[in-house]
């Protein structure tokens, strides 16, 4: 007999961690000067360093990014070197400790305890490369920012974002035939869901492309082609895509900051998407037109039972 | 005469790592298959046996091998879950994309169906981030997967895509499954087909199956068997199969005997394998192409 009220025949939910966007990326480089204006002409201001590492905080908008110079302490994670290295995604979601451990379950690999003294214990597992995915539920009243980080004194802890621009994705390059095991992690570990061949965005729309069960961010997955297939496998994330309502308006006021898009026959700015040429040795960065986001509602994405 | 396709077990042979690396190499063999035993057994390091692999110009087919994995619950789960990152993390450290992962013959492990599948898949969740890919093969002397067939339908229920299965031709051959059991498996499921012969006319036994296998395998076309073997791996093209054969030949005799003179003779089975029974001379499409040796 059916029973609408039988628990255990409930389907696992949508949103099986309660993710709730990207709380910060982080690039590693042992240039986080040179980095560090890269981010400003783009828009972002330094805004506070952590207390006991090397590692600086920017900010635009609703978005963080960290750079990390501090030497490797764990093994198959990223050495600082000058080329300035995506190095971690941390999302938001509902219960870190819940999230971790559900991910160890299944077959994440941990990350040992780095915390010093009096410091946040951010749990997190390895992920493509050497690049690693935290889990953070401290994102709310206060962030993981306000206890591991020391603001830098008479700055605007909150500058506004150039023309809207938000996180809107991250792509990951892939090894040959990679593409079904990455889908299978993201989707199984974290609740992502692949999206139809026929919805695209931007102007770079090679791949497969994952939706957080948030539905505030993507994964773009892209294979290699030409000659590269024949290469070692090189599997990392390898750029970040911002979403913005006014992609022309948001190219021409970074232009006018410093910042050199593509113009190509094939890749070049339009009202749906651009790509920044490559700075400091690869570091791109891409725009997409995206409808600007409804206010961020109170209270955290609740864990959906 | 393209020889990509068979590979030859390293344990087979005796002597040093290096030794058997070269005379592998010596006789035209461009793949490996390499055993955990001989990287951490190596008399100077895990470090050197790792360059020896790596500057062998061999491309690792596989590390062999996990046991007993699946099943177990608690404490001795998370021990099991440590052992097996261990060896992902060799297998990475050689360049192999392959991990052989061998059906539980423990008699502590559970026989649930969903936990097993369970299991499996949070063995290749662990391995997908280093591109290694679970090949998992049922064991005669296992309580739950004993075959092929059997650990297909697990493989089916964890539904991974880097999670396959390694079948041995030994295990087919001695245990007498129909060929046509080989019509229910979809070939991309398969990640590794193991070859070997034996003296023996006739198994009675599953001692007598595991005694064999662990001693007295002989290479194709030496044993009593070689019409079966060949049927066997035709079938195998016939449903589509196209990744890669290794020479899985235990056999104490071979031990004793120097690894060039060993080698000459996998390589005359892969001669007779190619040559008269596959007729191969191009190769295969898609598959994987011998990658350079790339420093550690």
């Given at each position: 007999m059916s029973n609408a009220t039988d628990r255990e025949s409930v389907p696992e939910s949508p949103n099986p961690i309660g993710m709730d966007g990207i709380e910060f990326i982080e690039f590693t480089t042992s240039k986080p000067q040179a980095l560090g204006g890269v981010l400003e002409r783009m828009g972002f201001r330094p805004i506070a360093r952590h207390r006991s590492r090397e590692v600086e905080l920017y900010r635009q908008g609703a978005m963080n990014i960290v750079i990390n110079s501090q030497?490797?302490?764990?093994?198959r994670t990223v050495e600082p070197i000058e080329r300035p290295i995506l190095s971690a995604i941390a999302i938001r979601v509902h219960d870190a400790d819940a999230a971790f451990r559900r991910a160890l379950d299944l077959g994440g690999w941990e990350i040992p305890i780095r915390a010093q003294a009096l410091e946040l214990n951010i749990p997190g597992i390895h992920g493509v490369g050497e690049s690693l995915i935290y889990f953070v539920d401290?994102?709310?009243?206060?962030?993981?920012f306000d206890i591991d980080f020391r603001a830098i004194p008479g700055v605007d802890p909150n500058p506004p974002a150039i023309a809207g621009l938000d996180f809107f994705g991250i792509v990951q390059y892939v090894g040959v035939n990679r593409t079904d095991d990455w889908s299978e992690f993201y989707t199984q570990v974290f609740g992502f869901k692949t999206i139809p061949d026929e919805v695209r965005f931007g102007i770079m729309p090679r791949g497969l492309l994952l939706q957080s069960p948030c539905r505030k961010f993507y994964l773009q997955l892209i294979e290699p082609d030409g000659t590269a297939q024949f290469a070692p496998m090189e599997e990392h994330l390898q750029r970040i895509g911002f979403g913005t309502p006014d992609v022309i308006g948001a190219a021409n006021q970074l232009e006018q900051r410093g910042i050199e898009f593509l113009a190509t026959e094939k890749v070049h700015t339009s009202a749906r998407g651009a790509l920044t040429k490559a700075l400091l040795g690869g570091v791109m960065f891409e725009l997409v037109h995206a409808e600007p986001r409804e206010p961020r509602e109170s209270g955290k994405a609740a864990a959906q039972p | 005469m393209i020889f990509n396709d068979f590979g030859i077990d390293i344990a087979t042979l005796a002597g040093s790592l290096e030794t058997r690396l070269a005379a592998a190499r010596e006789c035209g063999f461009t793949q490996g298959m390499i055993s955990a035993t001989d990287i951490v057994g190596h008399p100077t390091s895990t470090a050197a046996a790792v360059r020896a692999i790596r500057d062998s110009g061999l491309r690792v087919t596989g590390l062999e091998a996990l046991r007993d994995f699946e099943g177990l619950s608690g404490k001795m789960h998370d021990y099991k879950v440590d052992v097996a990152k261990s060896m992902l993390e060799l297998c990475s450290r050689i360049g192999g994309r392959l991990l052989l992962t061998e059906a539980s013959a423990s008699?502590?492990?559970?026989?649930d169906a969903d936990k097993i599948a369970r299991d499996l898949r949070k063995l290749a969740i662990l391995a997908l981030p280093m591109g290694i890919r679970i090949a998992f093969k049922g064991l005669s002397w296992s309580r739950t997967v004993k075959n092929f067939a059997a650990a297909a339908d697990i493989i089916s229920l964890a539904n991974c895509p880097n999670l396959g299965l390694a079948i041995d031709a030994f295990d087919v051959i001695a245990a007498g499954v129909?060929?046509?059991?080989?019509?229910?498996?979809?070939?991309?499921?398969?990640f590794l087909v193991q070859l070997s012969d034996f003296?023996?006319?006739?198994?009675?036994?599953t001692e007598e199956q595991a005694a064999t296998a662990a001693h007295f395998r002989v290479f194709?076309?030496?044993?009593?068997h070689s019409d079966q073997l060949a049927k066997f791996i035709v079938k195998l093209e016939e449903i589509g199969y196209f990744g890669d054969y290794s020479f899985d030949v235990y056999n104490g005799d071979y031990l004793q005997m120097p690894a060039e003179v060993i080698a000459k003779r996998a390589r005359r089975a892969a001669d007779w394998l190619g040559e008269?029974?596959?007729?191969?001379t191009l190769p295969v499409p898609n598959m994987e192409r011998l990658r350079p040796a790339v420093p550690e």
């Open positions: 030497p490797a302490d764990i093994p401290r994102y709310d009243e206060f962030s993981i | 008699i502590h492990a559970e026989v129909p060929l046509d059991d080989l019509d229910l498996i979809f070939p991309q499921q398969i003296m023996l006319q006739e198994i009675r036994s194709p076309g030496e044993g009593a008269t029974v596959l007729r191969r």
